[in-house]
């Protein structure tokens, strides 16, 4: 036996006569604005993920992120540095590694939310199979999103501590 299963495209609100792109979330001035549609082609993200899921899973993500960099952007902020564009760093493909680090953490902590959320849609023996090999998407997602951090930071990706 086959089975068809068809996802929609994802469709965003429309707005009337605004010129405000309704992808784009605002972000707090200092680290920079996430697209949406970035972020669903960057992590092969389907029409599944509602717009509005999106969009909290992204704000949701971005809220983490900075609380937890809260305390490197105040000391870079004190060296001087506007945003996060502007602090020292190498560039590759013409933008700072720096916004590529925190966007990898934003798109995946968004990812693996959304991916906790989505698990549990099929209560079938092969829906409970699949939820389990999500979990390893997850973990990945996560581990992503700690390295990223901790690039950002300039801290080592693991710790090892000998018992």
């Known amino acids: 036996m086959s089975s068809f299963v068809a996802t929609a495209e994802p469709t965003k609100p429309q707005t009337s006569g605004s010129p405000a792109n309704t992808a784009i979330v605002q972000n707090d001035g200092w680290f920079p604005d996430i697209d949406m549609d970035a972020l669903r082609a960057s992590m092969r993200l389907d029409g599944t993920a509602t717009y509005e899921r999106l969009r ?24 001087g540095h ?25 798109f995946n902590l968004a990812h693996a ?15 409970g199979q699949k939820a389990e090999d999500l979990e ?19 801290l080592p990706r693991s710790t090892i501590e000998l018992i």
């Open 136 to 154: 390893m998407t997850i973990c990945e997602a996560r581990r992503n999103v700690r390295w990223a951090l901790n690039d950002m930071r300039g």
């Open 82 to 106: 506007a945003d996060l564009s502007t602090v020292p760093a190498s560039s590759i493909g013409g933008e700072s590694v720096q916004l590529a680090r925190y966007r990898r953490a934003v």
């Open 56 to 79: 909290d899973a992204t704000i949701d993500a971005i809220a983490s992120v900075n609380a937890e960099l809260g305390a490197w952007q105040t000391a870079q902020a004190a060296a």
């Open 113 to 127: 939310d959304l991916t906790e959320r989505y698990r549990d849609f099929d209560s079938t023996k092969s829906g």
